[in-house]
Nanobody, 120 residues
Framework: VQLQASGGGLVQPGGSLRLSCAASGNIGSINAMGWYRQAPGKQRELVATVTRGGYTNYADPVKGRFTISRDNAKNTVYLQMNSLKPEDTAVYYC???????????????WGQGTLVTVSS
């Protein structure tokens, strides 16, 4: 199983970016999917998660600015980031709880990370 993240880049403060993360490989079903971020010199932190049924959860710093969504048919999770601030600069990682075919328990997978830089 692989998670391939894309969509990072350089954006000015107040701008927008949309991150995507597609899961591929030996997948039966996917439970929760989410995004985390790690700024230089800091620990990795939660950004947002979404369940298979669409229930979402956001970290306080991004509430009202970021929107997480997913396309279950495409095994893909998205993160729409609006009103970006310099403090949003970080490497963004996607993750997913994936159940292999014919299995009952999930395994936790991480994507490779995509860099978001917010700067003028």
């Amino acid at each position: 199983v692989q998670l391939q993240a894309s969509g990072g880049g350089l954006v000015q403060p107040g701008g927008s970016l949309r991150l995507s993360c597609a899961a591929s490989g030996n997948i039966g079903s996917i439970n929760a999917m989410g995004w985390y971020r790690q700024a230089p010199g800091k620990q990795r932190e939660l950004v947002a998660t979404v369940t298979r049924g669409g229930y979402t959860n956001y970290a306080d710093p991004v509430k009202g600015r970021f929107t997480i969504s997913r396309d279950n048919a495409k095994n893909t999770v998205y993160l729409q980031m609006n009103s970006l601030k310099p403090e949003d600069t970080a490497v963004y990682y996607c993750n997913a709880d994936i159940i292999p075919p014919y299995a009952l328990a999930y395994n936790h997978y991480w994507g490779q990370g995509t860099l978001v830089t917010v700067s003028s």
